[in-house]
T-cell receptor
Framework: EAGVAQSPRYKIIEKRQSVAFWCNPI?????LYWYQQILGQGPKLLIQ????????DSQLPKDRFSAERLKGVDSTLKIQPAKLEDSAVYLC??????????????FGSGTRLTVV | GQQVMQIPQYQHVQEGEDFTTYCNSS?????IQWYKQRPGGHPVFLIQ?????EVKKQKRLTFQFGEAKKNSSLHITATQTTDVGTYFC??????????FGQGTTLQVKP
């Protein structure tokens, strides 16, 4: 089966600019996650969707980050305006069940964002 | 809030030696998952443990879930260069939210 697709693979922007990342999960996976992984750290959950509804966005910096999952399939994560500390890899993941039971999460290859 | 800690942060071993990483949660977990991330790659699901005291094996890898469901370990027997990468544990509480540890990076010298 096809994996989780993410684009772009890399992005370099100046601080205060905006950027958007796209994710297409595995077909049939109702739950979609966006994680931020700073170099040398574990992935940190930003937002979790169940179909097109938000389950958890408690760690999403809502003053600059936004995410949507229209029609319960693809998702977009946006940062506006970007700060230097947003430099990280943004990982999208999907799972069959909300807590990844049985099969875990399937991650995409991520988007490496560098803010200069 | 829930925290998941892993030790050690780094481990360098000679090929053929054993390796163990430990994971501890501040709260009781409903399940724990383990992932491997190769350098430059993304996390890949290895296994899930659900039951108290559960032990699962995958070839040279042995995974354990503590009796109190607050800690876990991953043990690799006779490491190979293909084992290089960062191993993450991720714990889920009754909220369903999966929290990742900071990972243990394994380097294997041939």
């Amino acid at each position: 089966e096809a994996g989780v697709a993410q684009s772009p693979r890399y992005k370099i922007i100046e601080k205060r600019q905006s950027v958007a990342f796209w994710c297409n999960p595995i077909s049939g996976h109702a739950t979609l996650y966006w994680y931020q992984q700073i170099l040398g750290q574990g992935p940190k959950l930003l937002i979790q969707f169940q179909n097109n509804g938000v389950v958890d966005d408690s760690q999403l910096p809502k003053d600059r980050f936004s995410a949507e999952r229209l029609k319960g399939v693809d998702s977009t994560l946006k940062i506006q305006p970007a700060k230097l500390e947003d430099s990280a890899v943004y990982l999208c993941a999907s799972s069959l069940s909300p807590d990844g039971r049985l099969y875990g999460y399937t991650f995409g290859s991520g988007t490496r964002l560098t803010v200069v | 809030g829930q925290q998941v800690m892993q030790i050690p942060q780094y481990q360098h071993v000679q090929e053929g030696e054993d390796f163990t990483t430990y994971c501890n949660s501040s709260t009781t977990l409903s399940n724990i998952q383990w992932y491997k991330q190769r350098p430059g790659g993304h996390p890949v699901f290895l296994i899930q443990l659900v039951k108290s005291g559960e032990v699962k094996k995958q070839k040279r890898l042995t995974f354990q879930f503590g009796e109190a469901k607050k800690n876990s370990s991953l043990h690799i027997t006779a490491t190979q260069t293909t084992d290089v990468g960062t191993y993450f544990c991720a714990g889920s509480s009754n909220t369903g939210k999966l929290i990742f540890g900071q990972g243990t990076t394994l380097q294997v010298k041939p």
